[in-house]
């Protein structure tokens, strides 16, 4: 049996007004367990506090009932003074006599009796309330990027410049991702590898960080502060640590027509490549697809010329197991396909292009060397038309596109729009639109731009269809402001594809157990107040993984990500809310309900020996739960039918005891 | 269509015996009357010949006892499961949904098990014979699409088997099985039945006139936990009725009302997982029909969060595990309701 | 017998995170709502078991409320969507047993949402009142 001690607070008149609280202290004491029952002007000050701790000695109270305002203002208090007075913080309830009883009833007689109820609710749990302890783990001081883009670039940096070291896994030969095929950034125009590459030289000699790059993560087991994680390191026939990156081998190198696909594919390159001139790490790879040594053993030019010594056909896939205490997702997008598209005459015709072709075809390092010129015939276009939202926010045709924005297509074709009429003043550049979303720093100043200083032909409405005919392509669409249907014959035709997570990204998230939507976006911990964590503790995220975002929201996300991951790795345990979910092992069926509603993924299952009659020995499937990883949300107490599951701190006994008392 | 006799399934068991597949068969047992067909467990040819029977009145859903039956139990000679040699149960289409939903829930190890799918032609249920024939009978027998009866009292009589064929049979779901290694006789299809009309019916009710009518009914209830023994969703290591720590937990009724608690919860605690095979109303003493209750809750998932059928197949989620986001409010659930009365 | 105001007692269970404030919300800006209103505080509103409603009724409630974050903006990311299929289809089951629908409610009440809070506890109460006792879950031998 508890010994309880009532502790009911005036808090001034505040509860007192409307509170006749020596009555309710008086009515309390006769409650089962109670052995002390007093009240005072303000329990939280000082004096109160020591009234409590001296009444915890006086009467050795096991319980403490605390009438008095929100648990939401003072729990965390009375909890420290049960501590101080060597109580259990855990044996410590709230009864909220003030905000949800003086505050919002005006007479005193109600305001009493409802008190008192509540008074008896809260003694009726603390009866079955049970000292708990918070348990702790240790944290692994080092952290994993899934995904090498500028996203996974900025969070390894921020961690790393923090003191901890990090590991960046990239699926590519090269970090970098996908702004390093863009040309030119909005709003400010400055080239992507100007400003990138610099990043990912920093990546390459940072001592904090490893780069694993043409790796994938295999598995992922353990929690947060201790995660288990396979890389598996896949053999690109090179060996990285003699290779020089000086080219010979490529150079040299039969195979030619390799299609290249940091150029999408318009142009090719070798069976051993480095895909860019900035490629981090600068190193060859072969592509064994294409490589004649590998596929029927008769070639190999490039060990001749490789100086180092680094060519290695006998090379295979590593696996590395490393351990993390922090995971940051940053897997990023890939524009969406285009084949369902035939409207548009994506695979009619070569010279109606994507815009991250568009991007690849004015760079200089693309396969135009910059020159914009139709990838067809190689002519200079004179007409260019422009369709934004290719796939995004069509909730009609959820089968080929996107029912979401995509956020950062409106910009880009306001800077290829823009680009294009600087660059070839000759050039007549229209725009088909829906809406025009421009919200951000000087991004409305931008598209105004576009279409004020530069010229660039806005009309809103939709293309309908694009058929090739010669060596135009004849675009139909309407302008819905003139109302009237309009045809250009149009030399490039730009498709503003929508933009879709990785496809790595779902066999990822099931692996960290992380939540996704149901366009394969992961899920934030909360919308507004956690959007860089992922439920599942330890697991944070970085970039479009998340969401489409242009690139300084990326890598603002990326640098809110780090700081979370460095967050948790300074300490050196994590102590957990002691509040979680138990299963009770005895009662458990295995069914797995639980572990279906579990948005943490905390609960797993092990096979158990029970002691049976007669010596014997039944093995059965029970539910074990993390606690290091439960939240305590208690989802999985009401999907066990065999009630076996339950929460620590919010009872089925306890809540069930507080109803009883509401309705005695 | 043939009929599938008890001889073939003897024989097939036997078969499977000899060959020395399986170890044990779970079936159907003769009792002291033909109509007294009980679940039963067969460890030898001989065992099979003396009691084994397939007929109108092997009724009971055998799948749940697969549960203990397939147990891992270890430090004991009896241990069938140390041989590699199997469990062979008999599934009628029933039962061969509630076969698959305890395969969802790891229940059982389906590795132990070989299942053999009988063809079913719909069961006879006593109650509506006796209703028919009265008291005394002394047999009950199918011939073609009759049954032949009889009696002490009244001779003997024939009734066509439409007539006194099992409410669950009438409103038969699906005679497909959905799970099986073997198959003795035909498979059919799912049936576009009309098994929810009687909770249509009832839900056009007034609440006064529902709560009369579930007030009868429960009240009849005498608390011998018949429906939680046969039902194959109700295989908890321990009920939240027999658990202390539950809060719930009471034996006996202690009055009319608290019957209603035992029997919502019941049937809460089964939603989306029950496949509807109709036993705990089968069984019940008080002829309680329970399985309105758990058709209820079908109907309901069915029409707020589209049609599930629980055991279709294995692996499927739950509809009360799961969830979409733009799933119905629960107030509005009530206005729908009302649009369709 | 002296004819008496009628008062019905609620039961109201609060999310934590979300409706508990909402209703603290209401007493910091002192809106009012019949003291009939006993909250209890549980962490989700998936925390509530079926179970709990039933016990409330058996035991003398005349009308159970559920509140909690507006889908989507659970604390938890998903409970309250599991709270809603619970509610919906076990209080679809209450008013098919007989149990006025009426007495059984779910609202969605944000921290910042304190007014709502008060009106939705008015409105509860009112039309709770009107129905009357619950006579129909009760068990007779725990009554007053």
């Excluded at chain 2, 029997?263 to 309105?292: F, K, M, W």
């Excluded at chain 3, 903006?73 to 709270?83: E, K, L, P, R």
């Amino acid at each position: 049996m508890q010994r309880i001690g009532v502790f009911v607070c005036w808090c001034g008149s505040n509860i007192a007004g409307t509170v006749d609280v020596k009555a309710v202290a008086e009515a309390l004491k006769n409650e089962p367990g109670v052995v002390f029952s007093t009240d005072y002007q303000y329990m939280c000050s000082q004096a109160g506090q020591d009234l409590i701790k001296n009444a915890v000695k006086e009467h050795n109270l096991t319980g403490i009932v605390v009438c008095s305002c929100s648990p939401r203002m003072h729990e965390a208090t009375f909890r420290k003074t049960a501590s101080a007075a060597g109580l259990n913080p855990y044996m410590v309830e709230i009864a909220n006599i003030r905000e949800q009883c003086s505050w919002v009833h005006k007479e005193m007689p109600l305001g009493t009796q409802k008190a008192i109820i509540l008074g008896k609710a809260a003694v009726a749990k603390v009866n079955l309330n049970t000292p708990l302890t918070p348990g702790e783990s240790p944290v692994t001081k080092r952290a994993l990027v899934i995904g090498g883009g500028i996203a996974g670039i900025q969070t390894a940096l921020d961690i790393a410049d923090a003191g901890f070291p990090v590991d960046i896994v990239e699926k590519k030969p090269t970090i970098g991702g996908k702004m390093a095929q863009l040309d030119k950034t909005f709003p400010t125009l400055d080239c992507a590898a100007c400003i990138l590459t610099p990043k990912m030289v920093d990546v390459a000699q940072n001592e904090n960080i490893r780069i694993f790059s043409y790796s994938e993560v295999e598995a992922v087991k353990g929690f947060v502060g201790n995660f288990e994680v396979k890389i598996k390191k896949k053999a690109r026939f090179v060996d990285e640590t003699k290779c020089t990156g000086c080219g010979a081998c490529i150079e040299k190198c039969p195979q030619k027509k390799v299609p290249n696909e940091f150029n999408l594919g318009m142009d090719t390159r070798r069976a051993i490549y480095i895909p860019f001139a900035q490629a981090v790490p600068k190193v060859a790879t072969i592509d064994p697809d294409y490589c004649n040594m590998l596929k029927n053993g008769k070639c190999g030019v490039c060990t001749k010329f490789c100086a180092a010594g680094a060519i290695d056909y006998k090379q295979k896939d590593e696996m590395i197991e490393e351990k993390y205490g922090a995971i940051v997702v940053a897997t990023g997008f890939e524009p969406i396909s285009m084949d369902k598209f035939d409207e548009f005459a994506y695979s009619q015709s070569k010279d109606v292009i994507t815009s991250l072709e568009f991007e690849r075809l004015t760079n200089a390092a693309g396969p135009t060397a910059g020159k914009l010129l139709r990838p067809s015939d190689g002519k200079h276009p004179e007409k260019i038309v422009f369709v934004q939202c290719v796939g995004s926010r069509c909730s009609a045709c959820a089968e080929k596109g996107k029912e979401y924005c995509s956020k950062i297509c409106c910009m880009y074709t306001a800077k290829h729009a823009m680009l294009t009429r600087d660059k070839y003043p000759d050039t007549e550049v229209t725009v088909f639109y829906i809406d025009v979303r421009t919200p951000g720093k000087n991004f409305d100043e931008f598209q105004r731009r576009a279409v004020e200083e530069y010229g660039v032909n806005y009309i809103k409405g939709m293309v309908g269809k694009i058929t090739p005919e010669g060596d135009k392509l004849k675009v139909r669409g309407s302008d819905l402001i003139a109302n009237k249907q309009i045809k250009i014959d149009a030399d490039l035709v730009v498709l503003a594809a929508a933009i879709e997570p990785d496809k790595s990204a779902r066999p990822l998230a099931t692996m960290l157990t992380a939540s996704m939507d149901t366009n394969d976006f992961f899920t934030e911990a909360h919308p507004k107040l956690r959007p860089v964590e992922s439920p599942t503790a330890g697991v944070f995220l970085s970039g479009t993984c998340q969401g489409p975002k242009d690139i300084p929201e990326t890598v603002s996300q990326a640098g809110a990500a780090a700081s979370k991951v460095i967050g948790l790795l300074q300490k050196d345990k994590l102590v957990g809310n002691p509040c979680v979910a138990s299963s009770d092992q005895l009662m458990c069926n295995g069914c797995s309900s639980c572990e279906r509603v579990c948005p943490y993924g905390a609960i797993s299952y092990e096979d158990k020996d029970f002691p049976g009659p007669n010596r014997t020995t039944k093995t059965r499937r029970v539910a074990v739960v993390n606690p290091a990883v439960c939240q305590g949300c208690g989802a999985c107490t009401v999907a066990c039918p065999s009630g076996a599951m339950d929460l620590s701190g919010f009872k089925n006994t306890q809540i069930m005891a507080e109803v009883d008392a509401i309705c005695k | 269509m043939q009929k599938i006799t008890t001889e073939q399934l003897i024989e097939k068991a036997a078969e499977l015996m000899n060959e020395g597949k399986v170890a044990s068969v779970l079936g159907w047992e003769k009792g002291e009357f033909g109509y007294d067909v009980t679940p039963g467990i067969f460890g030898s040819v001989d065992e099979l010949k003396a009691k084994f029977v397939y007929g109108d009145f092997s009724a009971a859903n055998l799948s749940k006892y697969l549960v203990k039956k397939t147990e891992m139990v270890q430090g004991q000679a009896l241990v069938f499961l140390k041989t590699e040699r199997k469990i062979l149960i008999f599934l009628k289409p029933c039962d061969s949904y509630s076969f698959n939903q305890l395969l969802t829930e790891h229940r059982f190890d389906r590795e132990k098990v070989y299942a053999v799918g009988v063809q079913c032609d719909g069961m006879v249920d006593i109650e509506k014979v006796k209703k028919i024939a009265g008291d005394g009978l002394l047999s009950v027998d199918t011939s073609g699409n009759d049954v032949v009866v009889k009696t002490l009292y009244n001779g003997d009589m024939k009734i066509a088997k439409a007539d006194v064929l099992a409410e669950r049979c009438v409103n038969c779901k699906s005679k497909k099985h959905v799970a099986y290694d073997e198959l003795l006789g035909e498979t059919g299809e799912v049936i576009d039945s009309n098994r929810f009309d009687e909770v249509e019916r009832i839900e056009k009710m007034t609440p006064d006139e529902r709560f009369a009518f579930w007030q009868n009914e429960l009240s009849k209830c005498i608390r011998c936990n018949a429906c939680r023994d046969a039902c194959p969703a109700c295989t908890c290591e321990k009920c939240v009725f027999d658990n202390p720590k539950s809060g719930v937990e009471n034996k006996s009724p202690a009055n009319s009302f608290e019957e209603k608690l035992f029997h919502i919860i019941r049937a809460y605690h089964v939603a989306g997982r029950c496949t509807d095979c109709g036993e705990c109303s089968r069984v019940c003493p008080q002829n309680i029909p329970l399985h309105l209750l758990n058709r209820k809750f079908i109907k309901d998932i069915n029409e707020f969060y589209g049609d599930y059928q629980a055991g279709a197949e294995v692996g499927s989620r739950a509809p009360l595990v799961d969830y979409t986001v733009n799933d119905v409010e629960p107030g509005e659930v009530f206005d729908r309701g009302d649009e369709n009365a | 017998m002296q004819m008496k105001e009628y008062k019905p007692l609620i039961v109201a269970f609060c999310c934590n995170w979300c409706s508990y404030a909402g209703a603290d919300l209401a007493g910091n800006n002192r809106l009012n709502y019949p003291a009939e209103v006993k909250i209890i505080r549980v962490p989700c509103s998936c925390r509530v078991n079926p179970m709990f409603i039933l016990r409330a009724f058996q035991r003398g409630a005349d009308g159970v409320i559920i509140c909690g974050c507006h889908p989507g903006d659970c604390h938890y990311t998903s409970g309250n969507y599991y709270t809603r299929r619970r509610m919906a289809t076990l209080f679809s089951m209450l008013d098919y047993l007989g149990i006025e629908k009426e007495r059984t409610r779910v609202e969605w009440v944000s921290a910042a949402e304190g007014a709502k809070f008060a009106a939705t506890m008015n409105d509860f109460v009112k039309t709770v009142a009107s129905l009357g006792e619950n006579k129909r879950l009760e068990d007779l031998r725990c009554k007053r």
